[in-house]
């Protein structure tokens, strides 16, 4: 899976977008799933740092930096290992992007997580996040939704994004997996 980063600079600073490249001809998917936001009761800000694990559901993996290349994002290379892009984890505005493989024969990080539960906590290196939305969406989805879901001057939130939708035909991935959530607190 490799993610292309666009970069525009604001008024404000600089908003960064990610696109999966490749097109899908598809039209839309819907939802599989919103949760209406809840506020959080939580009582301690934690301090900004580098992920270094996600634990959600069955999800427990370690996550390491990745960086852009010629405007390509790619996960690490062990499906067992997440690569982070964007805000530190508690960052008090921007995205967490948290990506990693899904395997059709099983074994990657993110194996299922269109299957997560809104509603679930993630902990990401001492912050917890509670999962608003679970979408499968198509590449050319993902790529218009960018701007917006990888803005790093916004709202906090964690960001995870995976493929889906394996064509053996093909060899490629049509979908994307992608799980919002918004901070609540210290672990």
């Known amino acids: 899976m490799t993610v292309t980063v666009v970069a525009a600079l604001a008024a404000t600073g600089v908003a960064a977008g990610l ?10 998917s819907a939802p599989v799933a919103i949760a209406p936001a809840i506020e959080s009761a939580a009582t301690t800000q934690p301090a900004p740092r580098a992920p270094k694990r996600l634990r959600l559901w069955k999800f427990d993996a370690p996550v390491v930096p990745v960086k852009l290349e010629g405007g390509a994002l790619d996960p690490p290379s062990d499906p067992e290992v997440l690569g982070w892009w ?18 059709s024969t099983g074994g990657g990080t993110l194996d299922d997580l269109e299957h997560t539960t809104v509603g679930s906590v993630a902990k990401v290196s ?17 790529a218009r939704r960018a701007p917006r879901l990888f803005d790093q001057t ?14 053996s035909v093909t060899r490629t991935y049509a979908d994307n997996v992608v799980v919002v959530a918004t901070p609540i607190g210290a672990a």
Do not use: F, M, N, W
């Not at 964007?86 to 493989?101: E, R």
């Open 86 to 103: 964007g805000q530190p984890a508690g960052a008090a505005g921007g995205t967490t992007l948290l990506v990693g493989h899904t395997v």
């Open 154 to 167: 916004g709202t906090p939130k964690l960001v995870l994004v995976t493929c889906e939708g394996y064509d």
């Open 126 to 142: 001492g912050v917890r996040y509670r999962v608003d939305r679970v979408t499968v969406i198509t590449k050319a989805q993902l």
């Open 19 to 28: 696109a999966v490249s490749g097109a899908d001809s598809r039209e839309g």
